[in-house]
């Protein structure tokens, strides 16, 4: 075998999409088993106003695996022949799980609060506007919470730094806001028409469809707040996570 066909292996175009599918599945399997006890309560709960609290706490597990989805897949590998999807996912999870917790939990906090009110919305006696508010104020959290979980899974920053970045970038990349909002709608539509298992199936694609819509902010943050941008603008200290 000569070293054009050893250089070549792995490389081509069909090689490069066998190596996401491959990603994507791996990463896929290991969305569900981190997930799996919340999951099977979600699938168990009614549909009931009274449930969204227990809902949200099944919803937990999901933060830490979407955010190490969100490292591997940022990390994957073009190459067939040097995959390791399932040590990124790990690595990334060991990482970034208190990082993620520190805000997921406040967000998922707000969105139960917001659900709730939702549920209960018609015996509240309130003006019918107050729907539409609650809806801009459901969306622009759901908004925060997704630049909030990419900035977290890639990048080394204080929670209080994320907040601040993340609230930053809904108006200063709003094309980003406008692809994760409609992201939001799909995974709503999702939810509504199946049920939440179906969601969690699609967690990987839904991860990489966020990550690329994510592109432009993580340039800005990797050009402004990071080593990389620091050494020409003098900024903030921190940097990407480690891939080591």
Not at 34 to 62: K, W
Not at 75 to 102: C, E, Q, T
Not at 115 to 134: E, K, Q, R
Request: a positive charge.
């Amino acid at each position: 075998m000569t070293e054009t066909t050893i250089r070549r292996f792995g490389q081509g175009p069909l090689s490069r999409v066998s190596a996401l599918v491959y990603t994507l599945l791996t990463v896929e399997f290991l969305i569900v088993a981190t997930t799996l006890p919340g999951l099977a309560g979600l699938v168990l709960l009614d549909r009931d106003a009274a449930n969204v609290p227990l809902a949200a706490a099944c919803a937990l597990p999901a933060g830490p695996a979407l955010s190490a989805a969100l490292y591997a897949l940022h990390r994957r590998r073009l190459d067939l022949a040097d995959l390791h999807p399932a040590s990124a996912f790990w690595r990334g999870y060991r990482m970034n799980i208190g990082g993620v917790l520190k805000l997921y939990v406040p967000w998922l906090a707000g969105l139960t609060v917001l659900g709730t009110t939702f549920a209960n919305f018609g015996a509240a006696g309130v003006p019918g506007w107050w729907a539409v508010l609650l809806a801009v104020v459901a969306l622009a959290t759901a908004l925060w919470g997704a630049n909030a979980l990419v900035i977290t899974s890639l990048f080394a920053f204080r929670a209080r730094d994320v907040a601040r970045l993340a609230v930053y970038f809904l108006f200063s990349t709003p094309r980003v806001a406008l692809g994760n909002a409609c992201l939001a709608v799909v995974a709503a539509g999702v939810t509504l028409v199946a049920t939440e298992a179906a969601l969690t199936l699609l967690g990987s694609v839904f991860a990489a469809a966020l990550l690329l819509n994510s592109r432009p902010l993580i340039a800005e943050v990797t050009e402004k707040f990071t080593v990389q941008g620091a050494t020409a603008q003098g900024d903030s200290p921190e940097g990407p996570r480690d891939d080591s």
